[in-house]
């Protein structure tokens, strides 16, 4: 069975960066698509990044240039690297897989002096 594990959040300093990680075990990374997504205190959960099943990569207007998403197959895991990171950034940070529509339990990022 697929198991998603989300780490990398924590403090940071305004432009500062993180790493997020991603973990499926047990898939094969170009079976599914895997999205990056956020949701900020009291707004809605939206797309960062994406890679499609075949390596294509796409970000959102606000992260694009600052952002990186990649994916390490053998080891069955994906990145966010977040660059020149601002306190607009914070957020709780969500990995989804589109293969069974899983979700991570989400890790929080903070951008903050």
């Known amino acids: 069975q697929v198991q998603l594990v989300e780490s990398g959040g924590g403090l940071v300093q305004p432009g500062g960066s993180l790493r997020l990680s991603c973990l499926l075990s047990?898939?094969?990374?170009?079976?599914?698509?895997v999205t990056w997504y956020r949701q900020a205190p009291g707004g809605q959960r939206e797309v960062v990044a994406y890679v499609l099943k075949g390596g294509t990569t796409d970000y959102a207007a606000s992260v694009k240039y600052r952002f990186t998403i990649s994916r390490d197959i053998p080891k069955h895991t994906v990145y966010l690297q977040m660059n020149s990171l601002s306190p607009e950034d914070t957020s709780v940070y969500y990995c989804?897989?589109?293969?069974?529509?899983?979700w991570g339990q989400g890790t929080r990022v903070t951008v903050s002096s």
């Open positions: 989804n897989c589109e293969h069974g529509n899983l």
């Open positions: 047990q898939l094969a990374l170009t079976r599914s698509a």
